[in-house]
Structure formats: structure tokens, C-alpha cells
T-cell receptor, first 110, second 116 residues
């Protein structure tokens, strides 16, 4: 079993739609959590950190459920420019090493 | 541009050859990381440095792989006797001195290696 699991998708949605991605992690000692965005053939870039209380950044909302070891990302009012792969990332506080999920691909269509 | 830089951006080599990649982190970032990413997968951790000290290595880092950061600034990753399975994107990231669990890692553009 992978340490961080995501549905690979693709999620094909129309512009303006709301879409949600989920992620589960296996290490209950994990300390911090992130969503990174990766465009085709580019490097990953931090989208947002994920806090237990949940956090929002514009159209993006991230939630963490430590009891269920579950992380989510909600994107409202999808834009064409949101098309990318979204990587769920966990830091186990063991040298600050990041463990990535396989990514969920989003395609927003006009 | 003061971000993480990597060189070369692309490398094509024949099986059995040695290759070396370079990473220049964001200046004053003490920690430097190497990851490997294959098509359709997320990046996988290879190794990291705190200044010039290599503090952790993944089991993915076979004895054909070696990484150095001799002066605590740039780093090199060398692959000896390359195999076709080494074909991947090699990503470098850096972060400031660890003061908590949420220090962001900033990634470079990667070096795409193709082994023929």
C-alpha cells in the first residue's frame, strides 16, 4: 500500500464547476500536509498547506481529518487555468522529507 | 531569477554511461533535497543535505547513485553505469533551516534524463 494515495483521475469538468479531490495517508505520525500543483512537464509548486482547522485561499479550500487520515481539496468556480495535476503531500517530520501521492489530474473544459 | 536552478534541463545518454546533474538552491537555504519522478507518478525522495552534510538517503538511492554538496551551496547528483530504468525527471528542492514542520520546499525545473 502506498503511503499517500490519490485517485489519479482524470477529472473532466466544465468551467465554473466545483470539484473535490481526496487523499489518504497511512502514517498516523505525519506532521504536516500540503497540496502541490504540477503542470505538464514542470516542477511541483506549493498550492497551499493544510491545517486541522481547514483553510481557504480564494477559490481553494483544504481540509484535514487526522482521525481518518484524510485530506481534501475543493476548487470552486473552476477556471481553464486550473487544469493541472494536484499532488497530495505529507511531511512525516523525519528530516523534513516530503512524501507525495501519485497525483490527481484535473482537466477543465470550456 | 533567484529560484532553484538545475543544469542540464535535458540529458540523453546511452546505457552504461555516467551522468552528473547540478542543482543550485535558493541562496541561504540550508536544506537541499533530491527527488526522482517517473511518468504518471509523484516525486520520490532520494536524499537530502543540511548544509554540506548528507543526512538521509532513500533505499531508492542504489550504490550507482552518489550526491554531494561539498561547500553547502550547490549539489551534484551522479549516476554511474546508467540503466534504462534510471530514465526519469530528477528534481531538486531547497528549504530554509528547519524551524518547524511547515517549511516550504521550493522545487527547481528538473533535469529530464533519458537513457537509451
Amino acid at each position: 500500500r502506498k503511503e499517500v494515495e490519490q485517485d489519479p483521475g482524470p477529472f473532466n469538468v466544465p468551467e465554473g464547476a466545483t470539484v473535490a479531490f481526496n487523499c489518504t495517508y497511512s502514517n498516523s505520525a505525519s506532521q504536516s500536509f500540503f497540496w502541490y500543483r504540477q503542470d505538464c512537464r514542470k516542477e511541483p509548486k506549493l498550492l497551499m498547506s493544510v491545517y486541522s482547522s481547514g483553510n481557504e485561499d480564494g477559490r481553494f479550500t483544504a481540509q484535514l481529518n487526522r482521525a481518518s487520515q484524510y485530506i481534501s481539496l475543493l476548487i470552486r468556480d473552476s477556471k481553464l487555468s486550473d487544469s493541472a495535476t494536484y499532488l497530495c503531500v505529507v511531511n512525516n517530520n523525519a528530516g523534513n522529507m516530503l512524501t507525495f501521492g501519485g497525483g490527481t489530474r484535473l482537466m477543465v473544459k470550456p | 531569477d533567484t529560484g532553484v536552478s538545475q543544469d542540464p534541463r535535458h540529458k540523453i545518454t546511452k546505457r552504461g554511461q555516467n551522468v552528473t546533474f547540478r542543482c543550485d538552491p535558493i541562496s541561504e537555504h540550508n536544506r537541499l533535497y533530491w527527488y526522482r519522478q517517473t511518468l504518471g507518478q509523484g516525486p520520490e525522495f532520494l536524499t537530502y543535505f543540511q548544509n554540506e552534510a548528507q543526512l538521509e538517503k532513500s533505499r531508492l538511492l542504489s550504490d550507482r547513485f552518489s550526491a554531494e554538496r561539498p561547500k553547502g551551496s550547490f549539489s551534484t547528483l551522479e549516476i554511474q553505469r546508467t540503466e534504462q530504468g534510471d530514465s526519469a525527471m530528477y528534481l531538486c528542492a531547497s528549504s530554509p533551516t528547519w524551524s518547524g514542520v511547515e517549511d516550504t520546499q521550493y522545487f527547481g525545473p528538473g533535469t529530464r534524463l533519458t537513457v537509451l
